[in-house]
C-alpha cells in the first residue's frame, strides 16, 4: 500500500489557526516523505511535490498581483531623495499575509526535498536501458513492454496505449498500461523476442507491435520507482 501525503492545499491557505503549529504539521511530512525517499520509493510523493510546488508558486505570483489592487498608504517620505514609499493596506481580518507568509517559508523546504526524488529519479532513469524488440512499425500508439521487478525475481509484462490530444495551445500525450502477466526468473531468461511472439499469439489485436524491453541491475521498489520511471522512458522510446 502506498502512503498519502498529507500535504494538502488547504494545509497553506486556510491559515486560521496557529502558524507554528502548520509549520510543524509541513516539517513533518515533508520529513515523512525524505524517509520514503531513503528507501528509494520516490512515487507518487515526487510528482506529488512538484505539483505542490508549481500550485503554490501560482498562489503566491497571484496574490503579488491583488497586492497591487489593494489600496496603499504612505509609509515614508524622503525629502532628500524626493521619494515616497507605500505600503499595501490588506482589508480587515484577511488571511493573505499569513498565507504569503506560510508558502515563502514552505517553498525552499518543499524544494530541498524535491532535489533529494530527482537525484534518485535521475539514478534510476540511468540504471534503466531500453531497447525494442525486432523491428519497429510506424504504428506505435500500442504496443507492449517489459520491466524486471528484481525484488521480487519477476519480468512484468504490460500492454501500452498512446493518446495524442490537441488543446487550443498546446498538444498532449497520455500513456495508459494494461498488466498482462509476470513471467517467473527461470522462464524471463527467455529472450524478449520469444516472449514477444508469445504475447502475438495470445493477444491477435496486435500482429505487429511496437515492443520494448527494459534491464536494471537495480532491486528497489517497482510500483514506486522502477516502473513510474520505465513508464517515463518509455515514452521517449517510442519517439526516437
Do not use: C
Request: hydrophobic share 40%.
Amino acid at each position: 500500500m502506498i502512503e498519502e501525503s498529507g500535504l494538502s492545499l488547504n494545509l497553506f491557505t486556510r491559515v486560521q489557526d496557529d502558524l507554528e503549529k502548520r509549520e510543524y504539521i509541513i516539517l513533518a511530512e515533508l520529513k515523512k516523505i525524505s524517509a520514503q525517499f531513503q528507501y528509494y520509493k520516490i512515487y507518487p510523493h515526487l510528482s506529488g511535490l512538484i505539483e505542490l510546488r508549481r500550485t503554490l508558486k501560482d498562489i503566491t505570483d497571484r496574490l503579488e498581483d491583488l497586492r497591487s489592487k489593494f489600496p496603499k498608504r504612505i509609509r515614508k517620505i524622503d525629502w532628500v531623495n524626493q521619494t515616497i514609499e507605500h505600503e499595501v493596506v490588506f482589508v480587515d481580518g484577511t488571511d493573505l499575509v499569513a498565507v504569503e507568509e506560510l508558502i515563502s517559508w514552505a517553498l525552499p523546504k518543499i524544494e530541498a526535498v524535491i532535489q533529494e526524488g530527482a537525484a534518485i529519479h535521475e539514478f534510476v532513469e540511468s540504471s534503466l536501458s531500453v531497447e525494442h524488440v525486432g523491428i519497429l512499425p510506424n504504428y506505435r500508439e500500442e504496443g507492449y513492454f517489459f520491466v524486471p521487478d528484481n525484488l521480487n525475481r519477476k519480468l512484468n509484462l504490460f500492454r501500452f496505449e498512446l493518446s495524442i490530444f490537441q488543446s487550443s495551445e498546446d498538444q498532449y500525450r497520455s500513456l495508459k498500461t494494461r498488466f498482462l502477466k509476470a513471467l517467473a526468473q527461470n522462464r524471463a531468461q527467455l529472450s524478449p523476442g520469444s516472449i514477444k511472439l508469445d504475447l502475438i499469439r495470445d493477444e491477435k489485436e496486435l500482429p505487429n507491435p511496437a515492443t520494448f524491453a527494459f534491464n536494471t541491475d537495480l532491486e528497489f521498489s517497482f510500483q514506486q520507482t522502477i516502473l513510474p520511471v520505465a513508464k517515463r522512458k518509455l515514452m521517449l522510446a517510442i519517439f526516437e
